[in-house]
């Protein structure tokens, strides 16, 4: 069972930095995916982007370019830098891990979550 935690989140200025952090323990398999997601109010939960074991990595359309996903070398500590935050960005941010190498950045292949971070973007 791989229990996730979200860190980070809070309030941000339009063209603002933030950091999201997700820690993840009980891994028990050779291989996984980690994933960030994100779902505003009245929206569907959406992907940010994933990165695997190998250092794979892949990042949805609206955030590519300003938002960067980095795994750590112990495989603990998944980071979610965000750079130029947009009002669009405004959303409880999730943290989440699938077993194996990443395929699909959709909610219904992951089957570990953390429990969210809410970042709120301010014009």
């Known amino acids: 069972q791989v229990h996730l935690v979200e860190s980070g989140g809070g309030s941000v200025q339009v063209g603002g930095s933030l950091r999201l952090s997700c820690t993840a323990s009980?891994?028990?398999?050779?291989?996984?995916?980690l994933a960030w997601f994100r779902q505003a109010p009245g929206k569907e939960r959406e992907g940010v982007g994933m990165?695997?074991?190998?250092?794979?990595?892949r990042y949805s359309r609206p955030v590519k370019g300003r938002f960067t996903i980095s795994l750590d070398t112990s495989k603990t500590f998944v980071y979610l830098d965000m750079k130029n935050a947009e009002l669009d960005d405004t959303a409880v941010y999730y943290c989440?891990?699938?077993?194996?190498?990443?395929?699909?950045?959709?909610?219904?292949?992951?089957?570990?979550w953390g429990q969210g971070t809410q970042v709120t973007v301010s014009s």
């Open positions: 990165i695997d074991f190998p250092g794979h990595i």
């Open positions: 009980g891994y028990s398999a050779s291989q996984y995916c």
């Open positions: 989440a891990a699938q077993q194996g190498l990443c395929s699909f950045l959709t909610p219904g292949v992951f089957s570990y």
